[in-house]
């Protein structure tokens, strides 16, 4: 059982491309946190929103929360965007705990 | 910025061996967490811990102990390595409660259980 979805599992685009990375979650949440891992493993935070949408530089997060579903945009893809992109998301009373997508890896041709 | 640091990138032990993987973050962070990354798996949680000696059990904690004597550092212990342990390990530090705090992650290391 996985409680969040990712798709698609893997994306290949021409720099320049709008791209979307979609999460959908089956169990209630207080908020969905957007992750990027770059080559060689660290993971840095995004995005973290409970509702409506988050714009930061060329990224977009929006939020459904009735649909229980979230999707990633990013604008004029560039090759330094190459990473993967997990979406994690965070029930209520767990005590921080989040639920992790498998991630979707991104690649960015020039 | 948050610092969350983790003691070595590779790491390559023998089966059987005793293996310690240290994590330090400086933002006096409550909660710290140890998860394994796997290849279409994603992030388990192996073991969280909310405040100094305190620990639970995550989803895959078979194999795996934890320690937290001081509240900046949450070492990670396979007890008899296995080669099934072989895998990138991630830790994360976040503020205490229920308020959605965003979790902060080290660069993982890279074990190899040969």
């Known amino acids: 059982k996985n409680e969040v979805e990712q798709s698609p599992q893997n994306l290949t685009a021409q720099e320049g491309e709008f791209i979307t990375i979609n999460c959908s979650y089956s169990?209630?949440?207080?908020?969905l946190h957007w992750l990027q891992q770059h080559p060689g493993g660290g993971i840095v935070s995004l995005f973290m929103?409970?509702?409506g949408k988050k714009k930061h530089g060329r990224l977009i997060a929006t939020i459904n929360i009735q649909e229980k579903h979230s999707s990633l945009h990013i604008t004029a893809s560039h090759p330094r965007d190459s990473a993967v992109y997990i979406c994690?998301?965070?029930?209520?009373?767990?005590?921080?705990?989040?639920?992790f997508g498998t991630g979707t890896s991104l690649t960015v041709i020039p | 910025d948050v610092k969350v640091t983790q003691s070595s990138r590779y790491l390559v032990k023998r089966t059987g061996e005793k293996v310690f993987l240290e994590c330090v973050q400086d933002?006096?962070?409550?909660?710290m967490f140890w998860y394994r990354q796997d290849p279409g798996l994603g992030l388990r949680l192996i073991y969280f811990?909310?405040?100094?000696?305190?620990?639970e059990k995550g989803d895959i904690p078979e194999g795996y102990s934890v320690s937290r004597e001081k509240k900046e550092r949450f070492s990670l212990i396979l007890e008899s390595a296995s080669t099934n342990q072989t895998s990138m390990y991630l830790c994360?530090?976040?503020?205490?409660?229920?308020?959605?705090?965003?979790?902060?992650f080290g660069d993982g290391t890279r074990l190899s259980i040969l």
């Open positions: 994360a530090s976040s503020e205490q409660g229920y308020s959605n705090q965003p979790q902060h």
């Open positions: 169990v209630g949440i207080s908020a």
């Open positions: 929103l409970s509702s």
């Open positions: 994690a998301v965070f029930p209520p009373n767990t005590g921080n705990q989040f639920y």
């Open positions: 933002m006096d962070h409550e909660n």
């Open positions: 811990s909310y405040d100094v000696k305190m620990k």
